[in-house]
């Protein structure tokens, strides 16, 4: 079985992040999003990936580059626009030749990992497997329609009217009858192939599709309230540890990991907490649910619940919570006089002030 890990997407709801970094590259717990599902895809056993890519192309080789950090090879598929997930299918036929497949979105977040997932699909070898989860919103999601016995009979994306509550995870396994489908397909209404459309297809066509409804946690990283949630979700799991500089004014309380190279003083860190290799925090309160960054200064400031990215600086900021700071990013107090703030926004951002 080979993998078709997508990571080609333009990322807008997580902008202006995405503007200068690709999403699937966004840190949770100082960690790439894209790199929990590699290696949740090598636990598995499966070791051949075709890795989809975009106009982050680059990024994302430089971060993941031949694959062997995580026992993987790597095989770079352009798709020159985010047509879809069957387009992202159809440019890989010459690669998938005729493997079975899992094909996994590279900014979705799954607990548990999908090692289950691939030993029935192997055992069973139905033409799809798809994972499902109950959803708030279905109309947000590609939804599935089920028999009595469970069976899947139907599928939609995105529907006006949803049959379900039950809404497509994106790790989906395919036996090498998808090809078939997406052949078939048209653009949807959105321009787009739709992988629903393709898996309908088998199902109009007499092959068996299979599903399994989770019960763990899932997640679609796109926004930054996600973001947030899964980074939280997962600096829960932390266990304590000091690898940097902490001196004796500090105080450290709870699950908080300190880096090689990271510098505490004078500060208090309240877990579950990491600060990551060579950044600095002085004169600091760090909340919980906090991730700050490689290379990032924290001084006289207090922040929590909130993702810094490396290289980001904040001083003398009385309170940052809820937050995502990219790379670079400098937080310094306006000036007292004239009483007034001072902004350089870029396209798509989002502020709010308290005056």
């Known amino acids: 079985m080979k993998a078709l890990v997508l990571a080609g997407g333009s990322g807008t709801r997580l902008r202006p992040i995405t503007h200068t970094s690709a999403k699937q590259l966004v840190p949770v717990a100082n960690k790439p999003v894209l790199f929990y599902g590699l290696e949740a895809i090598a636990e598995a056993g499966i070791r051949e990936i075709g890795l989809v890519v975009g106009d982050t192309q680059a990024e994302i080789e430089a971060a993941v580059g031949d694959g062997s950090a995580f026992g993987l090879q790597v095989t770079y598929l352009r798709q020159e626009a985010p ?14 030749g005729d493997d079975d497949f899992v094909m996994y979105l590279g900014d979705n977040f799954i607990v548990g990992g999908i090692s289950d997932l691939v030993e029935r699909f192997a055992v069973s070898r139905p033409a799809a497997r798809i994972m499902l989860t109950k959803v708030g919103d279905p109309r947000q999601f590609g939804v599935a329609e089920l028999d009595a016995q469970g069976n899947v009979i139907g599928l939609e994306e995105k529907p006006a009217r949803p049959k379900s509550d039950l809404g497509l995870v994106g790790v989906y396994l395919f036996s090498p009858a998808v090809h078939a489908a997406v052949a078939e397909l048209k653009p949807s209404w959105r321009g787009e192939l739709e992988i629903t459309d393709a898996i309908q297809w088998l199902i109009e066509a007499g092959l068996r599709v299979d599903s399994s409804v989770i019960s763990g946690y899932w997640k679609d990283t796109g926004n930054v309230t996600d973001m947030l949630e899964v980074n939280r979700l997962v600096l829960e799991s932390l266990e304590a540890r000091v690898s940097g500089d902490v001196d004796e004014a500090s105080e450290l309380i709870g699950r908080v990991v300190v880096e090689p190279g990271a510098v505490v003083e004078r500060s208090r860190l309240v877990g579950p907490v ?25 001084s006289g400031s207090e922040i929590e619940y909130s993702i810094v990215l490396p290289r980001a600086s904040i001083e003398g900021v009385r309170r940052i919570e809820a937050s995502l700071i990219g790379h670079d990013v400098e937080v310094t107090p306006a000036p007292n006089t004239p009483r007034a703030h001072r902004l350089v926004l870029g396209d798509h951002s989002k502020v709010q002030i308290s005056s």
Not at 275 to 296: E, H, Q, W
Request: glycine content about 16%.
């Open 274 to 298: 990491i600060i990551g290799p060579g950044a600095r925090v002085c004169d600091s309160y760090v909340g919980p649910f906090t991730s700050i960054g490689a290379g990032c200064t924290v």
């Open 83 to 96: 047509l879809g997930l069957a387009h992202a299918v159809l440019i890989s036929r010459d690669y998938l």
